[in-house]
């Protein structure tokens, strides 16, 4: 690996961003030091040479509306081809025009495993590439959002979106698709522990090393057989967590994204239904997984990502087609 090679942002390229294919240097930080400050990391790990739509969404929402100072996109691919989605041009032309965080690197670690060595290696956020964020990250520190199995029912304070301290209880996973741990972290570590002793790469198992490792490590690294909305403070700093309610990140519970976020044919929603469900969120999670099969058109009335794309990520919600 050529170890003099540069991060890439949009901002060099010398001729027009939209017509051309760009061969990704490594992500590779030749001063330790040098990616000093908060920061936010995606990882494309399918091998796709560009973003889809609702990806792009992701990026353009966060660097809009994260107030993270530094932003960095990370391929498997070794190139990406910006003349292919008109909505990558626009995430180029808007994140060099207005808030210049936008970057773009080559990448060889897989999602799961990469963003536990990522963080641990530089600290900061880590994002799935179907999280729309909608409100500033920049006072979220150490923190993870507790991801319930079944839906829990709470009582919000009046208008604050505050709850109180171990409210939410009875969890055992934490959601890896969005979380923020500093540099060095000790859980980081530890999870990075558990996947080295149980991972096959053979049989591949996703619980060995999927969304399902970081609740069974926290449960185990903080000693609690289940987890609660509370904050945790060490004399060693690179202990401390806050496990955030889950309604931070997802408003709807992974079982029910197909139907709360999707309301079908027969889906009367209106704007104020689509606020009331976000009021209190940082960020949409849309588990893609389970709703990517389904068709984003414009209608408001059924669709949230209908009434959430020309809000926080309009450049790629302008690209409908390809949305």
Request: aromatic share 12%; charged share 25%.
């Given at each position: 690996m050529?170890?003099?090679?540069?991060?890439?942002?949009?901002?060099?390229?010398?001729?027009?961003?939209?017509?051309?294919?760009?061969?990704?240097?490594?992500?590779?930080?030749?001063?330790?030091?040098?990616?000093?400050?908060?920061?936010?990391?995606?990882?494309?790990?399918?091998?796709?040479?560009?973003?889809?739509g609702?990806?792009?969404?992701?990026?353009?929402?966060?660097?809009?509306?994260?107030?993270?100072?530094?932003?960095?996109?990370l391929?498997?691919?070794t190139q990406?081809?910006?003349?292919k989605?008109?909505?990558?041009?626009?995430?180029?032309?808007?994140?060099?025009?207005?808030?210049?965080?936008?970057?773009?690197?080559?990448?060889?670690?897989?999602?799961?495993?990469g963003?536990?060595?990522?963080?641990?290696?530089?600290?900061?956020?880590y994002?799935?590439?179907?999280?729309?964020?909608?409100?500033?990250?920049?006072?979220?520190?150490?923190?993870?959002?507790?991801?319930?199995?079944?839906?829990?029912?709470?009582?919000?304070?009046?208008?604050?979106?505050?709850?109180?301290?171990?409210?939410?209880?009875?969890?055992?996973d934490?959601?890896?698709?969005?979380?923020?741990?500093?540099?060095?972290?000790?859980?980081?570590?530890?999870?990075?522990d558990?996947?080295?002793?149980?991972?096959?790469?053979?049989?591949?198992?996703?619980?060995?090393?999927?969304?399902?490792?970081?609740?069974?490590?926290?449960?185990?690294?903080?000693?609690?057989?289940?987890?609660?909305?509370i904050?945790?403070?060490?004399?060693n700093?690179?202990?401390d967590?806050?496990?955030l309610?889950s309604?931070?990140?997802?408003p709807?519970?992974?079982?029910?994204?197909?139907?709360?976020?999707?309301?079908?044919?027969?889906?009367?929603?209106?704007?104020e239904?689509?606020?009331?469900?976000?009021?209190?969120?940082?960020?949409?999670?849309?588990?893609?997984?389970?709703?990517k099969?389904?068709?984003?058109?414009?209608?408001?009335?059924?669709e949230?990502?209908?009434?959430?794309?020309p809000?926080?990520?309009?450049?790629?919600?302008?690209?409908?087609?390809?949305?």
């Amino acid at each position: 690996m050529n170890k003099s090679l540069k991060t890439f942002g949009y901002g060099q390229l010398k001729t027009d961003p939209c017509n051309v294919t760009i061969n990704l240097p490594y992500f590779e930080n030749e001063n330790g030091n040098s990616l000093g400050g908060q920061q936010l990391f995606f990882l494309e790990t399918s091998g796709a040479r560009g973003l889809s739509g609702r990806q792009v969404c992701s990026v353009e929402s966060a660097a809009l509306h994260s107030q993270i100072g530094r932003i960095h996109l990370l391929f498997k691919s070794t190139q990406i081809d910006l003349n292919k989605r008109k909505s990558m041009c626009e995430l180029g032309k808007e994140t060099n025009g207005k808030t210049e965080r936008a970057e773009i690197h080559g990448e060889t670690h897989y999602s799961s495993i990469g963003r536990l060595a990522l963080l641990y290696k530089y600290g900061g956020f880590y994002l799935d590439l179907d999280v729309v964020i909608l409100k500033s990250l920049e006072n979220m520190n150490n923190v993870f959002a507790l991801e319930p199995d079944r839906p829990l029912h709470y009582k919000l304070e009046q208008d604050r979106c505050k709850m109180k301290p171990a409210v939410q209880t009875g969890v055992a996973d934490i959601n890896n698709g969005h979380f923020h741990l500093s540099k060095g972290h000790q859980l980081l570590w530890a999870a990075m522990d558990y996947v080295n002793k149980s991972y096959n790469p053979v049989t591949r198992i996703r619980g060995e090393a999927g969304p399902g490792v970081m609740g069974k490590v926290a449960r185990k690294f903080y000693g609690y057989d289940k987890l609660s909305n509370i904050k945790l403070k060490f004399q060693n700093d690179q202990k401390d967590i806050e496990f955030l309610h889950s309604w931070v990140f997802t408003p709807v519970n992974w079982r029910d994204a197909r139907q709360r976020l999707w309301l079908g044919k027969g889906g009367n929603s209106t704007p104020e239904e689509w606020e009331e469900l976000s009021r209190c969120c940082h960020g949409i999670h849309f588990y893609s997984n389970r709703t990517k099969q389904f068709k984003v058109t414009g209608n408001v009335k059924r669709e949230s990502y209908s009434y959430f794309g020309p809000k926080f990520c309009p450049k790629a919600f302008k690209d409908l087609e390809n949305f």
